[in-house]
């Protein structure tokens, strides 16, 4: 795990130095959904600080441990989220990168509010307008961040996609980030293990990898 680690962060830096960008300019983001602490403990003890996972459940029930033994971990959460499980989420996470649809975004600065509290936000975008798939469509992307912002004073930091699974991400990412580029949002969250060297290319700061860190996900 270790030696894929070192390997993927070999990779994000020739992809850097490839498309001009500077060094370090791309966080990775490991996605440590379905393994054990186990598994995650060398690539936290190697230095790796950024984690994804998709089911706060999930999360809830192994990280609390984690971050106590390493209090600056950074915890995204990648998956859907319900409204229901907002107040769990973000006592745990410290980004939320799937807020797609403005009763979770309403959800999310109440209970701020009431917590007085708040993590930094990604929007989703639905680039393939796939409709099994979370996220907004890319064409109501604009007025929604409008309303995170102004309306909800919700500190929108980022905007994610997951490109449709059987399609070249190229034309996904550009139009992420041309979104980005026009709304003014600096993170961009794009790019899984086949395609983050792609990503980088086409502008991503943030890259989400699971597979080329942690190996297969089991009982996949
Ligand atoms: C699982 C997952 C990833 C990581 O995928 P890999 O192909 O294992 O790198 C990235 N983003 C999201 C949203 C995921 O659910």
């Given amino acids: 795990m270790t030696s894929n680690l070192m390997t993927i962060k070999e990779k994000i830096k020739g992809a850097e130095k490839a ?20 598994t995650i403990m060398p690539v936290l003890e190697a230095g790796q600080r950024i984690f994804g996972e998709n089911r706060v ?10 971050k106590e ?16 499980k907002v107040r769990q989420a973000i006592d745990l996470f410290d980004v939320i990168e799937t807020v797609d649809r403005p009763k979770l975004a309403r959800a999310l600065a109440r209970i701020f509010k009431e917590e007085n509290k708040s993590c930094d936000i990604y929007i989703q975008v639905n680039t393939g307008h796939e409709s099994q798939k979370a996220g907004i ?36 990412f550009k139009l992420l980030k041309s979104i980005a580029d026009r709304n003014k949002i600096d993170i961009i969250s794009m790019g ?29």
């Avoid at 999930?58 to 441990?65: I, L, N, R």
């Avoid at 007025?143 to 399609?167: A, Q, S, Y």
């Avoid at 395609?195 to 089991?218: C, L, N, W």
Wanted: charged share 25%.
């Fill in 19 to 38: 498309c001009g960008r500077e060094d370090d300019s791309v966080t990775l983001v490991a996605v440590s959904k379905v393994h054990v602490a186990e």
């Fill in 57 to 66: 459940q999930e999360a809830a029930g192994k990280w609390p441990a984690m």
């Fill in 69 to 84: 033994a390493y209090p600056d971990v950074e915890l995204h959460l990648i998956g859907p989220l319900q409204t229901n």
């Fill in 137 to 172: 469509a890319p064409e109501e992307t604009d007025d929604f961040i409008t309303l995170c912002r102004n309306e909800l004073g919700l500190p929108v930091k980022g905007v994610m996609c997951i490109p449709p699974f059987d399609e070249d991400g190229a034309e996904h």
């Fill in 192 to 220: 899984m293990s086949g395609d983050f060297e792609q990503a980088i290319k086409s502008g991503a700061t943030h890259v989400r990898v699971g597979t080329a860190v942690f190996g297969k996900r089991p009982g996949y």
